[in-house]
């Protein structure tokens, strides 16, 4: 993957919103604006408003791009944009690992099961950022952990991302009966403007009995809405390439088996090691039991992508929470003492934590050695 995708990412989540609004607003109108409030990252489907069910005057953004680079495809036979002719196609661009994603899939799940029988294709495009997501294998099982259900083209040489010219995860794109790009939509939020948009869409082709009202959401785990009010931690890569806020004395090591300490104090958004780890481009491995990872944070939650460095090894781990375990503040993926284990390589949830957020230190111990860390995600 080139330097400059795999930072797209990263720079997509910390770009001011302006940049997103201004594009959108552009493409849909200015007559719009006054329902579209941002949040510095990112979107929240609480803030928009739905609109009057009466016609959105959109843009023509191009033809459909060929599908024809997938690798392999999952849920169904390959599919083309020219054999999508007569239906209204949503084209998601998606890597299993990304929290802000896993946040909008609860409203693209329900938007394929809602409109399939009405004319709607949605089209899961899965682009990878982490090399254990180029696996087809961890695409499987990932697919069925998360119920994607809908075909997903597997994108592993971002030769679709590039046809589409797409710079962002998560990314959506609704093309029109005529194999016409109508709409796009960049990270989280504007979810009923986007449905309603569908529905138009859907109406425009001719067809009949498309419901008015909206999909509603329970979103449980890590595909909740953030807690933006609270949320003032960015996404963080602990791998060398990307890293910020390194705290360790002596700074990284690269490539290179180096044994680490923490600092007796973090400041907000810093990060640290202690134990015997092996700093990466785009990971950090744990060479022997009994390492840690220490990060001060201020969000309702804490993620860390991660996943055992061997296939088939499970890796055993304890978390804190300023020192003690995090009882009510536990994550979906650990228990009220803090114990967990690492199984397969994905997201997984650590910190949910009560109001009042504060300022807390996280620490997690990994008490056997194999795991491969990939990035700090809060919410």
């Known amino acids: 993957m080139s330097d400059s995708i795999e930072h797209d990412r990263g720079l997509s989540m910390r770009r001011a919103a302006v940049i997103i609004v201004a594009a959108q607003l552009a493409a849909i109108g200015a007559a719009e604006a006054q329902s579209t409030k941002t949040q510095p990252a990112s979107r929240s489907a609480t803030e928009v408003q739905p609109m ?43 890597t299993y690992t990304c929290i ?24 899961g495009v899965h682009s990878p950022e982490f090399p254990v997501e180029r696996e087809l294998d961890n695409v499987r099982r990932a697919a069925t952990e998360l119920r994607v259900d809908y075909p997903i083209a597997i994108d592993s040489d971002f030769a679709i991302w590039k046809a589409f ?78 890293t910020e806020n390194f705290s360790s004395p002596g700074g990284t090591g690269l490539d290179v088996s180096r044994v680490y300490s923490l600092p007796e104090a973090l400041k907000l958004n810093h990060w640290a090691l202690s134990g015997d780890w092996t700093v990466k481009r785009q990971a950090i491995a744990l060479n022997k039991a009994s390492g840690r990872i220490a990060y001060r944070f201020h969000a309702r939650d804490l993620h860390l ?33 803090g114990i967990g284990t690492v199984t397969e390589p994905r997201l997984y949830q650590l910190i949910r934590q009560p109001k009042p957020i504060v300022d807390r230190r996280f620490e997690v111990e990994f008490l056997d050695p194999g795991v491969e860390a990939f990035a700090f995600t809060f919410g």
Do not use: C
């Open 165 to 242: 010219k797409n710079e962002y995860w998560p990314a959506l794109y609704l093309a029109d009966a005529r194999g016409r790009i109508r709409y796009h939509q960049f990270g989280e939020g504007e979810y009923a403007r986007s449905e309603m948009i569908i529905q138009q869409l859907l109406a425009d082709a001719g067809g009949s009995g498309v419901a008015q009202d909206l999909v509603t959401v329970d979103p449980r785990g890590a595909e909740a809405a953030a807690d933006w009010n609270d949320l003032k931690s960015p996404e963080n890569y602990v791998g060398y390439d990307r």
């Open 100 to 123: 802000n994603w896993q946040r909008t899939l609860p409203y693209v799940r329900a938007w394929a099961r809602k409109y399939k029988d009405r004319g709607l294709v949605v089209i």
């Open 305 to 337: 992508v991660m996943g055992p460095a061997t296939r088939g090894r499970s890796v055993r781990f304890r978390v804190l929470v300023d020192g003690k375990p995090p009882g009510a503040a536990h994550g979906a993926d650990v228990d009220e003492n």
């Open 52 to 94: 009057a069910p009466m016609a959105i005057r959109l843009p023509d953004e191009g033809e459909l791009a060929s599908l024809d680079g997938a690798a392999a495809w999952l849920n169904s036979q390959p599919l083309k944009a020219g054999g999508l002719r007569g239906k209204v196609v949503l084209i998601d661009f998606w």
